[in-house]
């Protein structure tokens, strides 16, 4: 099949829209399929790029004040050469932003079929953005109505948990438009079990001689990981340990002015953002990992811990609890309760034969989630949607 994957968010921006987009292209591509990839550039300039075994058309883009993406600034006109120049079987939108919504109208306007997943909660845009908190409510109600237009122009739509098809907006959809839980998968050939060493250890400042509380995640207001700072100062009321925080975004200065506070300076890491094999050997060395965002529609740096044999704790929140099953491989906890979240924690922390058998089944459910089984049942959706196109087409001739 000739497809292509149209996003507003991708690779090297650290963002799980990004990384599963990136996930299905590879998988897809190494199963033989011709893949295209339209995502903005990281510059002003359009630009075509190979990556590993697949295509990216990078259209001209603008930095977004106050979040770390970028907004594509392509003409229909351009999107509409880049799809008819790949002569796509299929398109397959990610996000419901410029790139997107055209590749939407350009897959209809030239009789291509097309589906979406939806990856985000438009709540996501108005916490991190702070001019906008104050109208929050009006502004999340014209968002969903805005991504309601947009999942009406395609066949199928893909979620990446039951839970997050269970609290989609259904109002305004075509009844006949199948919606589909196809978890984004992760690389278990990258995320396993494995020692760090003491070298890598040093080089970013982490301890030897205690449990490690790890969190990766984009450091943006959504994130709400100024709950899980506070958490780890009732933790050091009880028993030493070490926060490990990775990832960068909008909120940094604030938490790192947050940890100083709190005078937690000499027991929290801040990475900043890093490598692809640092973050794989950075998910590895946690006692436990800590997830405090309330909203995920399923959560690549929770499953990516799993598979790398953490127990973890998690809010209960979003899909959240698909993963994080409370009392099987980790706890849930209240939102924006630090408290609580302490408590959790402190379970697994202070007791060693609880924190291994978490562990078993936390690998237990990553393996699950393999994207080796996630493009199988894409492709099994891309080819039914390119069938029922064909049969609809030719039945309306």
């Known amino acids: 099949m000739r497809i292509t ?16 987009s990136r996930n299905l292209a590879r998988g897809l591509a190494a199963k033989g399929h011709d893949v295209l990839v339209i995502a903005p550039s990281q510059t002003v300039k359009k630009r075509k790029e190979i990556d590993e075994n697949y295509r990216i058309v990078r259209t001209r883009s603008l930095p977004v004040p106050g979040l770390t993406l970028r907004l594509s600034v392509a003409l229909q006109n351009e999107i509409r050469d880049i799809i008819e120049e790949h002569a796509s079987d299929i398109v397959h939108v990610q996000t419901p932003g410029p790139i997107g919504l055209l590749a939407l109208r350009v897959a209809k306007k030239l009789d291509i079929p097309a589906i979406a997943t939806n990856h985000t909660m438009p709540e996501n845009l108005v916490e991190n953005v702070k001019i906008l908190q104050p109208f929050a409510r009006p502004i999340n109600h014209i968002l969903k109505e805005y991504g309601i237009l947009i999942y009406k122009g395609v066949e199928h739509i893909i979620m990446p948990t039951q839970a997050a098809i269970d609290m989609f907006n259904y109002d305004g959809l075509d009844k006949n438009v199948l919606i589909t839980p196809i978890s984004n998968g992760i690389d278990l050939s990258h995320f396993k079990p494995a020692a760090v060493s003491k070298e890598f250890l040093a080089q970013y400042k982490l301890p030897t ?129 630090a408290d609580d979240m302490a408590r959790q924690l402190l379970k697994i922390l202070q007791d060693s034969t609880l924190c291994a058998q978490m562990s078993k089944k936390s690998l237990s459910i990553a393996k699950t989630h393999d994207v080796v089984h996630t493009i199988t049942q894409f492709e099994a959706v891309y080819r039914q949607v390119i069938k029922t196109h064909a049969q609809v087409t030719a039945a309306l001739l």
Not at 5 to 20: L, R
Not at 294 to 301: F, I, N, S, T, V
Request: proline share 4%; glycine share 6%; charged share 25%.
């Open 5 to 20: 994957i149209a996003t507003d968010h991708y690779w090297p921006t650290a963002i799980g829209v990004a990384t599963a």
């Open 209 to 337: 001689d205690k449990p490690i509380i790890s969190c990766v995640c984009r450091l943006d207001g959504e994130k709400h990981v100024h709950v899980l700072i506070k958490a780890f100062k009732h933790i050091l009321d009880r028993m030493d340990a070490h926060l490990l925080l990775v990832g960068d975004g909008n909120a940094s200065n604030d938490l790192k002015e947050l940890a100083h506070e709190l005078q937690l300076d000499h027991h929290i890491t801040f990475t900043g953002r890093v490598s692809d094999e640092d973050l794989e050997a950075l998910q590895r060395v946690g006692t436990v990992f800590a997830m405090p965002s309330p909203a995920e529609l399923q959560c690549l740096a929770l499953l990516e811990a799993m598979a790398s044999g953490q127990p973890v704790v998690a809010v209960k929140a979003g899909a959240l609890p698909e993963l994080c099953q409370d009392g099987r491989n980790g706890y849930l906890c209240e939102v924006d309760d």
